[in-house]
Nanobody, 111 residues
Framework: QVRLVESGGGLVQPGGSLRLSCVAS?????MAWYRQVPGKERELVAL???????NYAESVQGRFSISRANAKRTVYLQMNSLRPEDTAVYYC????????WGQGTQVTVSS
């Protein structure tokens, strides 16, 4: 069974940075980060494919960066210039045949 474990969330002031990590129990084809706030649908933040291509939501373009390491078992989300509207629970998603979700990590941007 595929397990995804996120870490790195927390409280940060506006303009600050955080790096989220997600470690998979096996190598994953494509991985992504989503986020969700109460009352809204989960939205795609960033995606990295098996070949290394990336895609970002327009709202985070130029501020966030997704990368992979450790034989495609780890994915990072570097978040810079954070804004209050980035506050959400961030979820790691991996596809290996089926899709798998992590448990989520809270990111709060507030002064």
């Amino acid at each position: 069974q595929v397990r995804l474990v996120e870490s790195g969330g927390g409280l940060v002031q506006p303009g600050g940075s955080l790096r989220l990590s997600c470690v998979a129990s096996v190598s994953i084809d494509s991985m992504a980060w989503y986020r969700q706030v109460p009352g809204k649908e989960r939205e795609l933040v960033a995606l990295i494919t098996n070949s290394g291509s990336t895609n970002y939501a327009e709202s985070v373009q130029g501020r966030f960066s997704i990368s992979r390491a450790n034989a495609k078992r780890t994915v990072y989300l570097q978040m810079n210039s954070l804004r209050p509207e980035d506050t959400a629970v961030y979820y790691c998603y991996g596809r290996l045949g089926s899709g798998y979700w992590g448990q989520g990590t809270q990111v709060t941007v507030s002064s």
